[in-house]
């Protein structure tokens, strides 16, 4: 009987402790973000996605509890002094190409969505790049 039940707490327990890959650092990343393409729960998952993103980041900052590393709102101030918005549609695009290589994947979504802002700001090549090593250092797992 105690077997029975170690191994019913074993089957319960192992897939909540396994690290899912679809997140890094406790965000979701690339392969949470190709997996919303395989949902049909909402028309848009990612539209949605992004929308709540940023909606929860203006509570944070709203509340003084916003802390963003590989933040890029200066980045964002730069594309509205140009004279113009930041197109939800058009980053989820972006956001698309920028997963379609598959180092990316383990990158988070809010990062990634960060590297677009930054493509839209018109950094260079170099800048994006230099971006995007320090993007995936942060996400690679730490060797153990």
């Given at each position: 009987?105690?077997?029975?039940?170690?191994?019913?707490?074993?089957?319960?327990?192992?897939?909540?402790?396994?690290?899912?890959?679809?997140?890094?650092?406790?965000?979701?990343?690339?392969?949470?973000?190709?997996?919303?393409?395989?949902?049909?729960?909402?028309?848009?998952?990612?539209?949605?996605?992004?929308?709540?993103?940023?909606?929860?980041?203006?509570?944070?900052?709203?509340?003084?509890?916003?802390?963003?590393?590989?933040?890029?709102?200066?980045?964002?101030?730069?594309?509205?002094?140009?004279?113009?918005?930041?197109?939800?549609?058009?980053?989820?695009?972006?956001?698309?190409?920028?997963?379609?290589?598959?180092?990316?994947?383990?990158?988070?979504?809010?990062?990634?969505?960060?590297?677009?802002?930054?493509?839209?700001?018109?950094?260079?090549?170099?800048?994006?790049?230099?971006?995007?090593?320090k993007l995936i250092n942060f996400?690679?797992?730490?060797?153990?």
């Open positions: 009987m105690k077997s029975i039940v170690l191994f019913l707490c074993l089957f319960i327990l192992l897939p909540v402790l396994t690290q899912d890959k679809r997140y890094t650092n406790n965000s979701e990343n690339g392969y949470m973000w190709l997996d919303f393409e395989k949902r049909m729960i909402a028309k848009n998952v990612k539209y949605d996605f992004l929308s709540s993103m940023l909606e929860n980041d203006k509570l944070k900052k709203l509340s003084g509890n916003y802390k963003d590393e590989f933040g890029c709102d200066n980045d964002i101030k730069i594309i509205q002094i140009g004279g113009n918005q930041v197109d939800l549609v058009e980053i989820e695009k972006l956001i698309d190409e920028f997963y379609s290589f598959e180092d990316n994947l383990i990158i988070p979504i809010r990062y990634a969505y960060c590297y677009c802002i930054k493509q839209l700001a018109g950094n260079s090549t170099i800048e994006l790049e230099t971006y995007k090593d996400s690679k797992p730490e060797l153990k």
